[in-house]
C-alpha cells in the first residue's frame, strides 16, 4: 500500500459515502492506484471496464479479488456476441460488393450530383458504423454522414431518404449469427447487447479512459446507475479518438467531480510543459510534478522511446536507426505489417493474394480506394500511406530486423500507441506540424501563426507526458515561438 495523497482520500471518502462520481486524472497521476485504493476499502463487489483487453489484464493484477476487470466488448461476448463467433474474422469486401448484395445496383441522383453504387454502399456502410457508435434505438437520418457537395439540410434529407432503407437492410442482415452480405464485427455484437438494455451485476462500475468512450458504452454504464454506484476515470484532455466515435463523456456526468493533479511520474518542470499544452487544449486540471522524480527538457542522443505523429514518421525512424546498427522496436510489433507488406507487393504485381485482410481485392489500386473512402478500410490507410511512401521491400527490410521492446536500444512508437505508457527518456519526433501561418503580420512583419488545434494540443500532451526523467521536445518545439506558447 501507499500513503494516499489528499486527493485521493477525499476520493475514498466519496466513494465509500456511495457518491457517483467523475474523477479527472492527469498523466501519471496514479489513477490505477487510486481505484485499486476504492476497491480495496470495501468488502462489495464491483466491475472495472477497461479501454482495452491488455489493460484490463494488467488492472487484474491490481485490483482485489472481488473486482472483476473487462472490456465493454469481451461483456458483450459472453452475454451474445459468441452466437456470432461464424461471422466474427471473415474477410474485408470491398463496398461495392456488399452494396450490390444489399440491392445497390444502379447510380442515383441527389440534387444535381450522380451517386455511384459505390458512393452509396461506402455512405450505407457508414451509417451502420455511426448508429452502432451511438446510444440510439434505431437508425434515423442523424446517423446517415453528409457528403461533400450534399450539405443543406434539404439535400440531406433527399441522401438519407435514400441511404436509410438499405442501412436498415444491412442492420437486419447483421442479426444472423450463422451469415451474411455485411462483414461482421465486435462493434456489432456490442450494439445489439446494449439494445437489449443489459444489467450488468455489480454493487458499483469503475469506467476506465471515460474520456475516449463510445456512446454505447456510455449508455450500457449509466444504465446501470439504479442498482450500482457509478465512478469514471479518465482524462479530458487525452481524448484523442474522436474519429474513432469515441466521445467525452466526463464533463456532463451526473456525479460528484473530483480531481488527481499531483503526477508521480515526472517533475515540476516536466508538468509546467504539460500545461501549455493543458492550457491551449482548455483543459479542466493542471498538474504539478513530483519534487522526487526531477525531469530535464532538452536534447537527447540516446532516447528511450521516440513519439511520432504518423505511422510514415514512426517507420521513418525505425528505418534511420536500423541503418545505424541500432537494435529497435516498435510498440505494436512488425508481424502484421510484414503480412500485410507482402500481400500488397503481390497485388502490386498483378497477382491475388491469400491474406485474410486482403484476399478480395483484385489490385492494389482497389485497396487504395478502400482505405481512402470505404468507412470500414480506415485502419488500413496508414498501410497505404507506408506502402505508397517507401515501398514494400524497405518496410519487409525494416520488420525484419525489428526487436522486442526489452532488448531494444530505441522504441518507436505512435503518440496514439504510447497512450498508457511511459519510459525514461522520451524524443518528440519531427513529424508534428505547427499550424499554418494566417495573412496577418506581427510588430516585426513576421506572419502570425494559426490556432493551434485542440485535438492536436491533446495528442501532444499525451505524447510529452510519456517521460519520467528526460524530455526532448524535438518536433514540438516550434510551440516556444508560438503566441500560445506563454499563456
Same mark, same amino acid.
Given at each position: 500500500?501507499?500513503?494516499?495523497?489528499d486527493?485521493? %482520500?477525499?476520493a475514498a471518502?466519496h466513494?465509500?459515502a456511495?457518491?457517483?462520481?467523475?474523477?479527472?486524472?492527469?498523466?501519471? &497521476?496514479?489513477?490505477?492506484?487510486?481505484?485499486a485504493?476504492? @476497491?480495496?476499502g470495501?468488502k462489495r463487489r464491483?466491475?472495472?471496464l477497461?479501454?482495452? *483487453?491488455?489493460?484490463?489484464q494488467?488492472?487484474?493484477a491490481?485490483?482485489?479479488?472481488?473486482?472483476?476487470?473487462? %472490456?465493454?466488448?469481451?461483456?458483450?461476448?459472453?452475454?451474445?456476441?459468441?452466437r456470432?463467433?461464424?461471422?466474427?474474422?471473415?474477410?474485408?469486401?470491398p463496398?461495392?460488393?456488399?452494396?450490390?448484395?444489399?440491392?445497390?445496383?444502379?447510380?442515383?441522383r441527389?440534387?444535381?450530383h450522380?451517386l455511384?453504387?459505390?458512393?452509396?454502399?461506402?455512405?450505407v456502410? *457508414?451509417?451502420?458504423?455511426?448508429?452502432c457508435?451511438?446510444?440510439?434505438?434505431?437508425?434515423?437520418?442523424?446517423h446517415?454522414?453528409?457528403?461533400?457537395?450534399?450539405?443543406?439540410?434539404e439535400?440531406?434529407?433527399?441522401?438519407?431518404?435514400?441511404v436509410?432503407?438499405?442501412?436498415?437492410?444491412?442492420?437486419?442482415d447483421?442479426?444472423?449469427?450463422?451469415?451474411?452480405?455485411?462483414r461482421?464485427?465486435?462493434?456489432?455484437?456490442l450494439?445489439?447487447?446494449s439494445? %437489449?438494455?443489459?444489467?450488468?451485476? @455489480?454493487?458499483?462500475?469503475?469506467?476506465?479512459?471515460a474520456?475516449?468512450?463510445?456512446p454505447?458504452?456510455e449508455?450500457?454504464?449509466?444504465s446501470?446507475?439504479?442498482? @450500482?454506484?457509478?465512478?469514471?476515470?479518465?482524462?479530458?484532455?487525452q481524448?484523442?479518438?474522436?474519429?474513432?466515435g469515441?466521445?467525452?463523456v466526463m464533463? !456532463?456526468?451526473?456525479?460528484?467531480?473530483?480531481?488527481?493533479?499531483?503526477?508521480? *511520474?515526472? !517533475? +515540476?518542470?516536466?508538468?509546467? /510543459?504539460?500545461?501549455?499544452? =493543458?492550457?491551449?487544449?482548455?483543459?479542466?486540471?493542471?498538474?504539478?510534478?513530483?519534487?522526487?522524480?526531477?525531469?530535464?527538457?532538452?536534447?537527447l542522443?540516446a532516447?528511450? @522511446?521516440?513519439?511520432?505523429?504518423?505511422?510514415v514518421?514512426?517507420?521513418k525512424?525505425?528505418?534511420?536507426?536500423?541503418?545505424?546498427?541500432?537494435?529497435?522496436?516498435?510498440?505494436g510489433g512488425?508481424?502484421? =505489417?510484414r503480412?500485410l507488406?507482402?500481400?500488397?507487393?503481390?497485388l502490386?504485381?498483378? *497477382?491475388?493474394?491469400?491474406h485474410?485482410?486482403?484476399?478480395?481485392?483484385?489490385?492494389?489500386?482497389?485497396?487504395?480506394?478502400?482505405?481512402?473512402?470505404?468507412?470500414?478500410?480506415r485502419?488500413?490507410?496508414?498501410l497505404?500511406?507506408?506502402?505508397?511512401?517507401?515501398?514494400?521491400?524497405?518496410?519487409?527490410?525494416?520488420?525484419s530486423h525489428?526487436t522486442?521492446?526489452?532488448?531494444?536500444?530505441? &522504441?518507436?512508437?505512435?503518440? #496514439?500507441?504510447?497512450? !498508457?505508457? /511511459?519510459?525514461?527518456?522520451?524524443?518528440?519526433g519531427?513529424d508534428?506540424p505547427?499550424?499554418?501561418? &494566417?495573412? /496577418?503580420?506581427d510588430? #516585426?512583419g513576421? +506572419?502570425? +501563426?494559426?490556432p493551434i488545434?485542440?485535438?492536436?494540443?491533446r495528442?501532444?500532451?499525451?505524447?510529452?507526458?510519456?517521460?519520467?526523467?528526460?524530455?526532448?521536445? !524535438?518536433?514540438?518545439?516550434?510551440l516556444?515561438? #508560438?503566441?500560445?506558447g506563454?499563456?
Open positions: 500500500m501507499f500513503t494516499p495523497t486527493e485521493q %482520500t477525499q471518502d466513494f465509500h456511495g457518491d457517483h462520481m467523475a474523477l479527472q486524472a492527469g498523466a501519471g &497521476t496514479g489513477k490505477t492506484s487510486t481505484l485504493l476504492l @476497491a480495496s470495501t464491483g466491475r472495472y477497461a479501454y482495452n *483487453r491488455a489493460i484490463a494488467e488492472a487484474a491490481r485490483f482485489p479479488s472481488t473486482v472483476i476487470c473487462k %472490456t465493454a466488448h469481451s461483456l458483450a461476448y459472453a452475454a451474445l456476441g459468441h456470432y463467433a461464424r461471422r466474427l474474422g471473415a474477410p474485408r469486401r463496398a461495392w460488393q456488399t452494396g450490390q448484395d444489399l440491392g445497390i445496383t444502379k447510380p442515383a441527389v440534387a444535381e450522380t455511384m453504387p459505390a458512393t452509396l454502399s461506402n455512405a456502410l *457508414r451509417t451502420v458504423t455511426r448508429f457508435h451511438s446510444a440510439d434505438a434505431v437508425l434515423t437520418r442523424r446517415v454522414p453528409p457528403l461533400r457537395g450534399l450539405d443543406n439540410p439535400h440531406h434529407r433527399e441522401l438519407a431518404d435514400l436509410l432503407p438499405y442501412a436498415e437492410k444491412a442492420w437486419a447483421l442479426q444472423h449469427p450463422d451469415d451474411g452480405a455485411v461482421f464485427d465486435p462493434d456489432h455484437f450494439k445489439i447487447w439494445l %437489449t438494455n443489459p444489467k450488468i451485476h @455489480a454493487d458499483f462500475l469503475f469506467l476506465d479512459e474520456q475516449d468512450t463510445n454505447v458504452v449508455h450500457i454504464f449509466n446501470q446507475r439504479d442498482h @450500482a454506484q457509478l465512478v469514471m476515470v479518465g482524462d479530458s484532455a481524448a484523442i479518438y474522436h474519429w474513432r469515441a466521445k467525452d464533463t !456532463g456526468f451526473d456525479g460528484t467531480h473530483l480531481t488527481l493533479s499531483r503526477s508521480f *511520474r515526472f !517533475g +515540476p518542470v516536466l508538468a509546467t /510543459e504539460a500545461n501549455r499544452w =493543458l492550457t491551449i487544449a482548455e483543459a479542466p486540471l493542471r498538474l504539478t510534478g513530483s519534487n522526487s522524480t526531477p525531469t530535464d527538457l532538452g536534447p542522443t532516447p528511450d @522511446a521516440i513519439l511520432c505523429r504518423t505511422n514518421g514512426a517507420m525512424h525505425v528505418m534511420t536507426l536500423l541503418s545505424a546498427s541500432a537494435r529497435v522496436a516498435l510498440v512488425g508481424e502484421s =505489417l503480412s507488406a507482402l500481400a500488397a507487393r503481390q502490386q504485381g498483378g *497477382r491475388s493474394t491469400s485474410p485482410e486482403l484476399v478480395l481485392f483484385p489490385t492494389w489500386g482497389a485497396v487504395q480506394d478502400y482505405a481512402a473512402y470505404d468507412p470500414s478500410g485502419d488500413l490507410q496508414p497505404v500511406d507506408l506502402v505508397d511512401t517507401h515501398g514494400t521491400n524497405a518496410i519487409l527490410n525494416a520488420v525489428l522486442q521492446e526489452s532488448h531494444a536500444h530505441v &522504441t518507436i512508437s505512435t503518440a #496514439h500507441k504510447a497512450k !498508457g505508457r /511511459e519510459w525514461a527518456r522520451v524524443k518528440i519531427d508534428f505547427p499550424p499554418r501561418d &494566417t495573412d /496577418e503580420q510588430a #516585426h513576421k +506572419p502570425i +501563426p494559426g488545434d485542440p485535438g492536436e494540443a495528442l501532444a500532451y499525451v505524447a510529452v507526458t510519456r517521460a519520467r526523467h528526460h524530455l526532448d521536445i !524535438g518536433g514540438l518545439a516550434w516556444d515561438d #508560438h503566441p500560445a506563454s499563456p
